[in-house]
T-cell receptor
Framework: TQLLEQSPQFLSIQEGENLTVYCNSSSVFSSLQWYRQEPGEGPVLLVTVVTGGEVKKLKRLTFQFGDARKDSSLHITAAQPGDTGLYLCAHRNQAGTALIFGKGTTLSVSS | EAQVTQNPRYLITVTGKKLTVTCSQNMNHEYMSWYRQDPGLGLRQIYYSMNVEVTDKGDVPEGYKVSRKEKRNFPLILESPSPNQTSLYFC??????????????FGPGTRLTVT
């Protein structure tokens, strides 16, 4: 199993601060995905990164795929309370039958 | 609206009482899957289905059954629930599952408590 380790596990910040969360592995991935899960809801896909070194932006969120395709980061600029949630990274397993998720980073942004 | 629906959203039951959690998607997706989410363990796959009448075990299938008689529905069956099946359950479906642009759509979740 290709494990994904996410850090930090919990993050509590004030509105307007910047933050970065990480998704690391010793394995090489063909692609990685980031999902956000809000309380009482299912995960929702934010982005898929495919190419080593790739950077994708989604408004105030910046996603980067490591050059060696073993890790990824999510940077949020000027966090807002609406960014509160659980951020999960995931990859499709080698058999192509499931998504394997990291345990996630729980982000709390207070105003 | 494209969506995955699950019912019920909340369920409290007793050990041994058979139950079914329904899952339906209106996107004509071939791939469907069930996950459970537990604190400290994250999301783990229970069963998946690549198409109608094609189902297979995921990482934690013990105590669960599924069926896929029609493309849109993928019910999860607990024949004899036990307290260790207390969890948050998610159904998901996906188009283009075998391609690099795959995306899984998740239902809103079913919180199950077995006493």
């Amino acid at each position: 199993t290709q494990l994904l380790e996410q850090s930090p596990q919990f993050l509590s910040i004030q509105e307007g601060e910047n933050l970065t969360v990480y998704c690391n592995s010793s394995s090489v991935f063909s692609s990685l995905q980031w999902y956000r899960q809000e309380p009482g809801e299912g995960p929702v896909l934010l982005v898929t990164v495919v190419t080593g070194g790739e950077v994708k932006k989604l408004k105030r969120l910046t996603f980067q795929f490591g050059d060696a395709r073993k890790d990824s980061s999510l940077h949020i600029t000027a966090a807002q309370p609406g960014d509160t949630g659980l951020y999960l990274c995931a990859h499709r397993n080698q058999a192509g039958t499931a998504l394997i998720f990291g345990k996630g980073t729980t982000l709390s942004v207070s105003s | 609206e494209a969506q995955v629906t699950q019912n019920p959203r909340y369920l409290i039951t007793v050990t041994g009482k058979k139950l079914t959690v329904t899952c339906s998607q209106n996107m004509n997706h071939e791939y469907m899957s069930w996950y459970r989410q537990d604190p400290g363990l994250g999301l783990r796959q229970i069963y998946y289905s690549m198409n109608v009448e094609v189902t297979d075990k995921g990482d934690v299938p013990e105590g669960y059954k599924v069926s896929r008689k029609e493309k849109r529905n993928f019910p999860l069956i607990l024949e004899s629930p036990s307290p260790n099946q207390t969890s948050l359950y998610f159904c998901a479906s996906s188009s283009d599952w075998t391609r690099s642009s795959y995306e899984q759509y998740f239902g809103p979740g079913t919180r199950l408590t077995v006493t």
